[in-house]
């Protein structure tokens, strides 16, 4: 048993001093070796090398390479290797052999070698999206669509109001030029005539002046507003007209103190809603009928006396025959204009109050004007001129002046009351102000002893406002 083992080490003894690089060579020339013996072994009709091959050639992979001698010098303390991890590659990283040069088939140096040159990223080339169909342009379509309609309804609803204001003052001009010296007066230094003017696209107005009795005539023409297309399509769900205002101011001496108006329900509620004389003088704003006007219009009254001598029987017939066309009638002594905006700051003045005869009218059916309204549109200015005279020859009875008198002491004394309240709440603001900037001041100051200098001065001067005020009289004896 002891021999067989020491024949066993023997043989698998091997020479240390021979270079690890040359065991393998020299094993894979004995492998050589053995296939080329199985070659010539095997029968001839076996499958056999060309006759071009050179047998070199097959074999000059396997030779081995020289050994430097400083390689063969280290491999001499190297250790015994085993048959089993002879074959085994180790792993090579890349971070440990840098500045090495990397073997040609070597699959990691490569894609080292590919990702150092380019980059990895790559944009993809998507090209635009550009569709040649309009199902993809819905939106565009529907934009440019309510455009084009919209700036037609404004170009055909612009010219439709000029030229109904252009046909209307055709009509009206020779009925304004036998009563007025002055038609059309444009507002400048020097006076015009024949001149209407255009406040926008469905305001226009006119300024009559020179008539006994009264010292002018504004008449504004209130057309819809075709040119709008959101108007356009209210005026189709809802019934509205063409207006016609005409303002009368009349001399302070020519119509004594009375107010009234006449129209519907609803207009004359707002009417009152947004003038203060209406509101004031005519407390009962449900209003009152009159036998001789029909069922529509109602009646707002101050004066009993006035009423019964303004509406007359040619009065009445006129407003039952036109009343499709009447929208309100307003006459005033102490008209002061409508009230202010609850946002606007009141003005701390009187208001100036003037003698006026206002008339609203309708014109058109549904904005519809034709030659037989102009022809309307004459009647009603012939009806304004009368009414005119008939405000100038009443004069009311010594009871009525009295009340009409006491009422309007009683609204002199209100305006002054609400003047007075807001002169008092402008002081106190400026009080207020004043006093918070004399406090910031105080406190500004970084001295204590001049903050405390300009407090105690504060205090004498609220004190000395407190104290009543004495008036002192010196006599001389006899």
Known sequence: FVRILSLCCTAFTVDLTEPATTRRYSKAQNRQKYDDDDDKNRSPAGSKLPAETDEDSIASPLKPKPIPVAQSDEDVDSTVESDEFEDTVPKIEDEEFEGLPTVPGDAQSKLGSGSAGKPSLKIAQVPHHFSRSWDTYHFEIIIITVLMIYFTNYLFGRAKNTQLATSWFTSVKPVLTANFAMVGDDGLAEPGTGTMLKESEHLYSLWCSGRVHCEAMLVELRLLRRQCLLFTFI???????????????????EMDGWVMAVGRKRRLQSLAKDHQDLSFFCPDKRGQRHPGLPESLTVL??????????????????????????DYLFFSDQYTGPKPPQDEAPSAKLPVTQKVLIFAFRVGNKGNIDSEEMEVCKSLFHFIFYIVEKVHRLRLSKEAKTKSERNRQRAHD??????????????????????????????????????RKLEEREQRKEKAKKMPRIKMLKSKGP
């Open 235 to 253: 005026g189709w769900m809802r019934p509205s007209y063409d207006t016609i205002v005409a303002k009368v101011i009349m001399e302070d001496a």
């Open 301 to 326: 009254n101050e004066i009993p006396e006035a009423m019964t001598s303004m509406l007359n029987a040619p009065v009445c017939k006129f407003l039952t025959e036109n009343e499709e066309r009447v």
């Open 414 to 451: 209100s305006r002054l009351k609400s003047v007075h309240s807001q002169r008092q709440e402008a002081a106190q603001s400026r009080r207020e102000e004043r006093m918070r900037a004399v406090k910031e001041r105080i406190m500004s100051e970084e001295d204590p002893d001049k903050a």
